[in-house]
């Protein structure tokens, strides 16, 4: 707790991804202002990314975040792609389409059943959870591993990837592999589908704030590795033009930048995703929606968590999918000879390309500026954890004044639990959550 | 018996040798059985900052002085403390600051706003080392969750941490990899500690340094293997400083290879 009188503090926001803090002022039990601080050690990458050559970009953004280093690696490469004129091969898409839904597995079953339930349930964290729901906490942690093992077979690694690099992979999984992966897919797949069950079945606050909601689309599929942008408020933009579209605000408070479009904040991840996109959703997700009590589209953050378990289900089939297709047409196409990476000594022209993909916290774009030598000389990364921080803000301006009659503990745990709804991802977006309370 | 008393820390870095941890899914529960877990910020809320502990697990490296403060007053509280991946034990790819203006870097990616918080005053990053005594690194980008079980079962056991002494070649050559010298390509692996499987190399990529340099690595012979290839200077600086730029070795490579013909020239001429 802080010392002055007017201010609460609650010194770090504990299950997220990273450190930060949040700042509450209230006078007479009106809330005065809320400040979501992101007091992460910044690490530059935009700054020293420049003179790197282009094939080693992926490697070394992927380590922007390892929750969701296939997304890095992802819209890297697809910019710097853009930039440069190189085509990835359709089996090499299908491949990286794998790795992210891999990635999307692990990401929403860790924050689902071990950063959120224990906030739905009671418990302190998953480990006192549990003690009381041990089926439930080992079937979430099986699948979390799926999601990894599904990332780690196409890729080489879970975190940080290593094969799935410019034009191709260096090196593509076998029949054998793929087959394991399929099984074990379709093993876990009840436990999928009973989630959606849990998770429409939990008792949300009651809260509604409609702001604007942005994710990928295309008529083609629920976009997750390719699309438009596409705004709730009806504009639809290619990806060439994120930098315009969305402006990126430094603000004096926070080590990472907030994205802003006119003036207010916007909501990027599995809510955008699903107030946009249900209808490309497919067919057992749909059904799954369908029936259940909550329909989007949905004004209420915290629906964020239901949004979540109907793509974890989706993620499920499109991985099953993809692997029949890789299984059917043979992963091999996919490869690329180490030796082709001579295109080192190939010359380019300089060129500006841009990359976007949706990743479990909302789309994240990435651009980068090449010279003739392939040399980066300018990059550029958004990620959706920044481009939430405003909308956060705003949600607990909206939410907070609800419950000034509570306890100071019972007011943190609401903002806390606010900011936890949006997953964030601190690393990405630098990294800690601390709640300061001023009243 | 009481439990041994662990924590495990995140400073700045990506949080992957966490989510490792976390990624041990098959024996977490077994793990979380056997010790107890007193402060891990990023999957439990209540955290415990006052209990003297046994194990220290530290991720991330050391950007900021409200950093330095806190790593000092773990340090104080711990018998033993480790440096877990490449963030920790090196500085993580942010040590690549080093070789730019701090001032400027920072100027490129937040502009002219003068900010409240730590970054007004930038600092490059610091493997964690570099600011108190740790007692034993893992590194590896991220670290290597296994290696993570045996150090942690070796520490609770009260052994020492066996670190193998070899490169990166001696794992791919037992992998039955090509070499990719041999194929007409650079790697890493000859100058690499060892401890990976070979990871990269087996997946069809180069090594890239990522463990730091292996004790005595022949620096000169690896840059003028590289030279050989038709590297550019440029292209062995970023080749070496990469991932473990925090390594003097890996560091200055083409100032100790300069330094060793140097040193070698005289003699070359008396023969």
Known sequence: ??????????????????????????????????????????????????????????????????????????????????????????????????????????????HMYCLALPDFLGFESVIAMAGKLPNEVKLALKMKKLGNDIAQVATGRAVNQISMNVKGFSRVPTKEELQGLLAKLKEMRPFAEKSCDIFAGLNYPNFQRKTEYIALHTPKEYALYDGKIKSSEGWKAPVSEWEQKATEQVVAYSNAKQGVRNGHGYLAGPLARMNLNQKQLLDAAKAKLDAGPIKFPSYNTFHSNYARAIELLHCFDKCIAIIEDLIATGAEKGKVDYKEYALLAKKFSANKGYGAVEVPRGTLYHSYAIDENGIVTYANVLTPTAQNLRNIEEDMVAYLPQLMDKTREEICHAAEMTVRAYDPCISCATHFLEVEFKD | MAKPKVGIYGFTGCAGCQLEILNLEDILLDIVGAIDIVNFRMAKSQNDDVTQLDVAVIEGSIVTKEQEEEIKKIRDKTKIMIAVGDCACFGGV???????????????????????HAIASPLHSRAIDEVVKVDAKLPCCPMVKEEFVEALKCLLAGKKIDIKPHAVCEECRKNGNVCFFEKGHVCMGTV?????????????????????????????????????????DEDINRKFRKFTSGAKEFANALEIAKNAQATNAPQEAKK
């Open chain 2, 94 to 116: 942010q040590k690549l600051t080093q070789f730019q203006n701090l001032e400027e870097a920072k100027k490129l990616v937040y502009g002219d706003v003068q900010m409240k």
């Open chain 1, 1 to 110: 707790m802080s010392e002055n009188p007017n201010q609460l503090e609650v010194h770090h926001i504990t299950r997220v991804e990273g450190h930060g803090r949040i700042i509450i002022d209230v006078k007479d039990r009106k809330l005065e202002k809320v400040e979501l601080n992101i007091i992460e050690g910044s690490r530059l990458f935009e700054s020293w990314l420049r003179g790197r050559r282009l094939d080693e970009v992926p490697h070394l953004v992927s380590r922007i975040c390892a929750i969701c280093s296939a997304g890095h690696t992802a819209a890297a490469l697809k910019a710097i792609e853009d930039a440069s004129g190189i085509h990835a091969s359709e089996t090499a898409v299908k491949l990286r389409d794998l790795a992210t839904m891999g990635e999307f597995i692990q990401s929403h079953t860790l």
């Open chain 2, 192 to 232: 690499t500690l060892a401890g990976c499987g070979s990871l990269c190399p087996s997946n069809g990529y180069p090594c890239e340094g990522c463990r730091g340099p292996v004790e005595e690595a022949n620096i000169p012979e690896q840059v003028q293997r590289m030279r050989e290839n038709g590297l550019s």
